[in-house]
């Protein structure tokens, strides 16, 4: 049994992605060919944003992102101290000073009030110049971008949302990708939507932001390419990538999506009452890039996990560390004490298998191997 079966999914749909790779292939338009352009305007539609500008990573959206707001040297950017390396690497890469702000137990995601008490803590310390929010959807789920966005207002501060992980997922009628000023994702294979390879997009409404994006994506163009007025970047999605995503984007939509729900609701109907399952708040949607349990103590889910591995079943420590535990952050002050969730659930979570081509048998195959242990 696979974590995630990318093999399973391609040969679900390899006559249509075999199809459009040759097609890219004999046309040999390998850097901006007409599948980037249908797959953003595509990308827009289905996240219901103005903008869409596909880019080389996930990585990439996240500066490209924070470029628009000018984070840079003695700026605060407030992130999520549980999420994955990336969504604080950027901001301090940029020069900027990442304060880690404590999650949600349950939905994994930036507390909206431990946000506030971060911003307020950072104005009265008087050391930094508080500049931006990262908000990640974390495994699937949006933030609670309706808190967020309440506290952002009040500060004077825009939200970048990372969406890498929740490609899919709503809020009422809305989808992630447009609940920030900018929002991005990513198109790493094992994402909800994956390529072959790197890829990543960004969101926004703003046509300023959108434009400044466009020419710092291709080295800082001006009016064409070898009018350079700015310091930028190469970061492009090439079109075999945007290919395979028309292809995968309309399973998604078709089935993919579903499908990855009905898997979590099973998992969760056998397992609610022996395990604390994911929490999906009322008027949200996920789309479980992980279904994760968070367990008693690290012990047990060693246990677990070495238990789960004699039956077959591969697991996943998503994430072993937070934030504030990286050794690349050690030299920023001692938050440690207000971060207390973020470690709790570093030592307690375990994501089990998830994909939408697991079968009914072997959901229920690893829930009953967990009921047993
Ligand atoms: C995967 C991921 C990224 C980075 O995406 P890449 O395409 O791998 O650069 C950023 N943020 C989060 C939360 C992610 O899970």
Redesign the pocket.
Known sequence: MQFIDLQKQYLALKDKIDSRIEKVLSKANFIGGEEVGELSAKLAKYCGTEYCLTC???????TLALRCFNVGRGDAVFVPDF?????AE?PALEGATCVFVDVEERTFNLDADKLEEAIKETISDGKLTPKAIIA???FGLPANYIKIRKVADKYGLPVIE????GFGGSIGEKKVCSFGDIS?????P??PLGCYG???AIFTDNKDYYDLMCSLAVHGKGAFKYDNVRIGYNSRLDTVQAAVLLEKLDAFEKYEYAARNDIAKRYTQLLSGKFVTPLIPEKFGSSW?QYTLILNSGEERTHIQESLKKKNVPTMVYYPKPMHKQTAFSDLPDRSGKLQVSSKLSDTVLSIPMHPYLTAEEVEYIAKSLLEI
């Open positions: 080389a990573n996930g990585t990439d959206a996240l999420t994955f390396f990336a969504s950027t990640v959807d974390l990372d969406g890498a992980q991005t994702t990513s198109f790493f094992a994402k790197d890829g990543g890039a």
